[in-house]
């Protein structure tokens, strides 16, 4: 299973603004599941947390999006929640 995530970022402000966003990434518990990350989109994974953390610049009024890339994948004997 691949999945890619979109997030959605908003400076609704009348001043440019720098964040940092830190997104949660899918993490296995059991061993025969494993989950990758395909592409990180432009940010850096932290393994102390399990999280990709990107940098982002937003003028007045702008917007941005940042998307990544996640795989599962599992023997046909597990069986997923969803």
């Not at 995530?5 to 964040?19: A, W």
């Not at 990758?36 to 702008?62: C, Q």
């Amino acid at each position: 299973m691949r999945r890619t995530v979109t997030l959605h970022l908003s400076n609704l402000g009348d001043r440019p603004r720098s964040v940092e966003v830190r997104e949660r990434v899918p993490v296995s518990e059991v061993a025969p599941v494993d989950v990758r990350l395909e592409d990180l989109g432009g940010g850096r994974f932290d393994p102390a947390d399990g999280s990709l953390v990107f940098h982002a610049d937003l003028p007045p009024d702008g917007t941005r999006e940042i998307a990544y890339t996640w795989r599962l994948s599992a023997p046909e004997k597990v069986v997923l929640p969803f």
